[in-house]
């Protein structure tokens, strides 16, 4: 039974010994993509597509007044900080948001974040987003003659399974205004989202 151990473990240690050999190369040089890759800069990478260049209006530091429709027909308000930043080694830009609860806005806050690149098959701007309430989209966009209209689907913040269009529009280097539509029928008619908002660069 020694023998067998021994020779047991003989093989067991080899395995190890060969495996480990390429192991070591492949994390090498995988530690130094991914320092690249995760390293956001301050600049959008030359090799990223230019569609990317357009959505640099978001950089920056952003000061949001949001208005939300209530059922009953009145409003509530809502404020917001934004950050906007390249990230995934400039081929990206991530925005996070941290915003007053619309329950309770004096007490709560919830944070968003999204990050826009340019979809390497469609050519289109494509972003993820998800908050801490729970909500998780899929977004694809577009610029057309000056504004950019991104139509997302996944969770919602009521929890339908509609998709929803948000408008970015009278886009300036301190200003610029968001309003969002939706859809139950994918996207054959629309109607008012219930939200806008008004993005003022924070000095």
Do not use: C
């Not at 993820?128 to 998780?136: F, M």
């Not at 301190?174 to 806008?196: H, L, P, Q």
Request: no cysteine; aromatic share 10%; proline share 2%.
């Amino acid at each position: 039974m020694k023998l067998k151990r021994r020779a047991f473990g003989k093989r067991i240690a080899v395995s190890i010994f060969l495996i480990a050999l390429p192991a070591t190369a492949f994390a090498s040089e995988a530690g130094k993509s991914l320092k690249v890759a995760t390293d956001s800069g301050d600049m959008r990478d030359p090799r990223a597509a230019a569609a990317l260049e357009k959505l640099e209006f978001l950089l920056g530091d952003w000061d949001i007044a949001s208005s939300y429709a209530l059922a009953d027909g009145s409003s509530v308000q809502s404020q917001a900080r934004m950050n906007g930043h390249f990230t995934m080694g400039g081929f990206a830009i991530e925005t996070q948001s941290v915003h007053s609860s619309l329950s309770n806005p004096n007490n709560d806050i919830f944070v968003s974040a999204h990050i826009y690149m340019v979809h390497p098959k469609t050519g289109k701007i494509a972003a993820v987003a998800i908050n801490t309430l729970g909500n998780r989209k899929f977004n694809d966009g577009e610029f057309t003659q000056g504004d950019f209209t991104v139509i997302a689907s996944g969770e919602m913040f009521n929890g339908s399974d509609h998709i929803e269009r948000t408008r970015y529009f009278n886009i300036a280097e301190d200003r610029f205004e968001t309003a969002s539509e939706v859809s139950e029928d994918g996207g054959k008619t629309w109607r008012d989202g219930g939200y806008s908002s008004v993005f003022t660069r924070a000095k």
